[in-house]
Structures are given as structure tokens and as C-alpha cells.
């Protein structure tokens, strides 16, 4: 299972790196639409200018779980079970 990890990009946009799936990462967006799991792929991620950061997956987790526009079922039962765990580390992407 990959180590759930919160990703930035320049402009403060937040993701939630939730699994691997294959070549493809399994991401969770947030934005002003209900919040989904997209595959990207690790240099798609790099080209939209994402990085990894220090927060916690955890607490990113409980805040997207309260997002206003709705969490969809599949992402609301993945952020639920980062929420519950002890998810500390974070992933590196090559």
C-alpha cells in the first residue's frame, strides 16, 4: 500500500496522494468541485507543479472530509481510512 502523502503545487492547491494503481498514482484534488479520486500519472503530477509537503496526510484527510462541495463515495471511504490510521511518513516522488 503507498504511504499517503500531501502534495502542493505554486499556487497553494492541495492533493492527496492516496494509493498506486498500476504506473499511476490514485489522487484526491482539492477544489471547488465534489472532491474525486483521478489517476495521474508521477510526471503528471511534476508538470502541474506539484511537490511533496510536510503536512500531515492525517489531517489533510479530516479537512477534505468536511469539503463543502461533497466527497464522492469512493474518495469519502479512502479519507476516512487515512483519517483513522497512523499515516505519519510521506512518499517521495522519483
Known amino acids: 500500500m503507498t504511504q499517503p502523502t500531501v502534495i502542493i503545487n505554486q499556487h497553494r492547491q492541495t492533493a492527496l496522494i492516496v494509493a498506486a494503481s498500476g504506473k499511476k498514482l490514485l489522487v484526491i484534488k482539492l477544489g471547488k468541485g465534489k472532491l474525486t479520486v483521478t489517476a495521474s500519472s508521477a510526471e503528471e ?50
Open 45 to 94: 503530477i511534476r508538470q502541474q507543479g506539484y511537490t511533496v509537503s510536510d503536512y500531515s496526510p492525517k489531517q489533510a484527510a479530516l479537512s477534505y472530509l468536511q469539503h463543502g462541495a461533497g466527497v464522492s463515495a469512493r474518495a469519502h471511504k479512502i479519507l476516512e481510512k487515512i483519517a483513522n490510521s497512523e499515516c505519519s511518513a510521506n512518499l517521495k516522488l522519483i
